[in-house]
């Protein structure tokens, strides 16, 4: 079945370094790609989503390209800032049922 | 404001006891979702609606029911048969065209 694998956590970061969270996915078919930011206590926000081959997602500085020939979805962000701290989950759409499967996430911890 | 708003926050349950935790959305989307989360693992599907009055098991959905009847509400019960019910739970809506999900802030079970 369909699967998504992130890198393990967690990503430890002094503020304004540069941001990479692996993301690879296994799929039939063509699915749409989403990158998730949970913070603490809270539900899960939509950070970006790409929908075929080569398209960039992008969203408050953070980029991910969705690459067909590498299944990969990495999230990327040039300077990261205190604020950024929170969990970043990779998830991809089963497009027949609407239904999402998630990687594990990925904590990142972003110090002064 | 539109949304999606789970209610309680935090609930507390005995063993033994079903509980009904409330999802409702003002975004006039057709599609709603349960999930569980599990510290360090991923979201897993428990059930999910495509149009009210129906709906379809996802991947763990023994020991957990649902109904769908309006379009605004989606309420999960976790009754007595779920053998280990301590989680949070998210409820999330989707349009039929777009295969994008938003997400509610979230229930914290606990059994105590």
């Known amino acids: 079945g369909d699967s998504v694998t992130q890198m393990e956590g967690p990503v430890t970061l002094s503020e304004e370094a540069f941001l990479t969270i692996n993301c690879t996915y296994t799929?039939?078919?063509?699915?749409?790609l989403f990158w998730y930011v949970q913070y603490p206590g809270e539900g899960l926000q939509l950070l970006l989503k790409?929908?075929?081959?080569?398209d960039k997602g992008s969203n408050k500085g953070f980029e991910a390209t969705y690459r067909k020939e590498t299944t990969s979805f990495h999230l990327e962000k040039g300077s990261v800032q205190v604020s950024d701290s929170a969990v970043y989950f990779c998830?991809?759409?089963?497009?027949?049922?609407?239904?999402?499967?998630f990687g594990t996430g990925t904590r990142l911890l972003v110090s002064p | 404001d539109g949304g999606i708003t789970q209610s309680p926050k935090y609930l507390f349950r005995k063993e033994g006891q079903n509980v009904t935790l409330s999802c409702e959305q003002n975004?006039?989307?057709?599609?709603m979702y349960w999930y569980r989360q599990d510290p360090g693992q991923g979201l897993r599907l428990i059930y999910y609606s495509q149009i009210v009055n129906d709906f379809q098991k996802g991947d763990i959905a023994e020991g957990y029911s649902v109904s769908r009847e309006k379009k605004e509400s989606f309420p999960l019960t976790v009754t007595s048969a779920q053998k280990n019910p301590t989680a949070f739970y998210l409820c999330a809506s989707s349009t039929q065209i777009t295969d994008t999900q938003y997400f509610g802030p979230g229930t914290r079970l606990t059994v105590l």
């Open positions: 975004l006039n989307h057709d599609a």
């Open positions: 799929a039939t078919g063509y699915p749409s």
């Open positions: 790409a929908t075929k081959a080569d």
């Open positions: 998830a991809l759409s089963d497009r027949g049922f609407q239904k999402l499967v």
